[in-house]
T-cell receptor, first 112, second 114 residues
Framework: LAKTTQPISMDSYEGQEVNITCSHN???????ITWYQQFPSQGPRFIIQ???TKVTNEVASLFIPADRKSSTLSLPRVSLSDTAVYYC?????????????FGQGTTLQVKP | NAGVMQNPRHLVRRRGQEARLRCSPV?????VYWYRQLPEEGLKFMVY????????ESGMPKERFSAEFPKEGPSILRIQQVVRGDSAAYFC????????????FGSGTRLTVV
């Protein structure tokens, strides 16, 4: 699985848009980019997955440039409840290895 | 439409005792994964199972740890002769297909060894 690099921590204020960028220079042709969110004392929660360009759902948007060496998770108008750790993962959706490799993640602190 | 159910939520064991952690996957999911999260650390993969088969146990400690996912019933992560270093949050996840990264995680079992 491709190694990912993301900021250790970020601060934001309620109502702002937050963009968390993840670098994955060694992404392979068949790799997908997946983001998870983890609140304290809970298991990770799948947020969004994409392969190229832009993906949007009710929670977030994922922007992937043409070279796919990075991706940006965009959280619109964050609230205090968005305070969590956000993990970027890269791997082949068709892989049969099954395991997700989590990095350090980005701890997002939303302030009032 | 229940998600992944893990129990117990909290488990306290004395050193040397056995710990059994149970995980019921999302209905219809036949792939189960166990992860461990030590205090102030990230999630570490332990083992990947399909019904009655261990697919990848590369993250399991060589001794005292075992996992199963029987044809009927929940997946079990068993830790024999627990030590203080086993204190951690243990998360189970399930997916409908191998390599599907849209895993559903449970709320975890917090094991405390005293």
């Amino acid at each position: 699985l491709a190694k990912t690099t993301q900021p250790i921590s970020m601060d934001s204020y309620e109502g702002q848009e937050v963009n968390i960028t993840c670098s994955h220079n060694n992404i392979a042709t068949n790799d997908y980019i997946t983001w998870y969110q983890q609140f304290p004392s809970q298991g990770p929660r799948f947020i969004i997955q994409g392969y190229k360009t832009k993906v949007t759902n009710e929670v977030a948007s994922l922007f992937i440039p043409a070279d796919r060496k990075s991706s940006t998770l965009s959280l619109p108008r964050v609230s205090l409840s968005d305070t969590a750790v956000y993990y970027c993962l890269v791997g082949r959706s068709s892989s049969n290895t099954g395991k997700l490799i989590f990095g350090q993640g980005t701890t997002l602190q939303v302030k009032p | 439409n229940a998600g992944v159910m893990q129990n117990p939520r909290h488990l306290v064991r004395r050193r040397g005792q056995e710990a059994r952690l149970r995980c019921s996957p999302v209905k219809g999911h036949s792939h189960v994964y166990w992860y461990r999260q030590l205090p102030e650390e990230g999630l570490k993969f332990m083992v990947y199972l399909q019904k009655e088969n261990i697919i990848d146990e590369s993250g399991m400690p060589k001794e005292r740890f075992s996992a199963e996912f029987p044809k009927e019933g929940p997946s079990i992560l068993r830790i024999q002769q627990v030590v203080r270093g086993d204190s951690a949050a243990y998360f189970c996840a399930s997916s409908p297909r191998s390599g599907d990264y849209g895993y559903t995680f449970g709320s975890g079992t917090r094991l405390t060894v005293v």
